[in-house]
């Protein structure tokens, strides 16, 4: 079993960045390809941004360029540096976990989830 526990979320200007960081307890995700999605009021869960075990990244097209995804073995996390917040990316964010070292955006393909942290992005 693996708990993913999300944290940095918070209220930003449009404009700013944000860092949102996944710790992961319970085993070593090292092998693990990791996500993150979100979630906004009345809209269903989407992709925002992958990285496999190996660093391989993906990302939605209404983040790329502005999102960073990256992961820090040593410390068994995985981060999202988002930059140029806008309005629209105002959602509960998820991160994710699959017993696969690829990465996907399906989420369906993604085995343990956080329980989300809110970041909000005012005009």
């Known amino acids: 079993q693996v708990q993913l526990v999300e944290s940095g979320g918070g209220l930003v200007q449009a404009g700013g960045p944000l860092r949102l960081s996944c710790a992961a307890s319970?085993?070593?995700?090292?092998?693990?390809?990791m996500g993150w999605f979100r979630q906004a009021p009345g809209k269903e869960r989407e992709f925002v941004a992958a990285?496999?075990?190996?660093?391989?990244?993906l990302y939605a097209d209404s983040v790329k360029g502005r999102f960073t995804i990256s992961r820090d073995n040593a410390r068994n996390m995985v981060n999202l540096q988002m930059n140029s917040l806008k309005p629209e990316d105002t959602a509960v964010y998820y991160c994710?976990?699959?017993?696969?070292?690829?990465?996907?955006?399906?989420?369906?393909?993604?085995?343990?989830w956080g329980q989300g942290t809110q970041v909000t992005v005012s005009s």
């Open positions: 990285i496999s075990s190996g660093g391989s990244t």
């Open positions: 319970g085993r070593t995700v090292t092998n693990s390809a």
């Open positions: 994710a976990a699959r017993g696969y070292r690829s990465a996907t955006s399906s989420a369906t393909g993604y085995d343990y």
